[in-house]
């Protein structure tokens, strides 16, 4: 949820990528269910993944897939309370 009019911000990419997340998704699955170009979903999947928010686990040979972490879910949980605070 944006405040104001207009594009997603952050806290909306982060949400949306550990939503989806939260049981195992193919790496280019959640490309696209998160809308994003590849350079920003990098970008987003690297910072959550260096801060334990999701891991990725190897599906096969050449696949990942992306699972929220549970540390993860309690910041879907945050990033909730604080939207429903500035309403």
Known sequence: MTLFKGKRCEIDIIKDILRYANKDIKKTRLLYKTNLSYTTFTKYTNFLKNRKFIEVKKSNPTG????TTDNGRKLINDIDNLMKQLR
């Open 64 to 67: 990942q897939k992306y699972k």
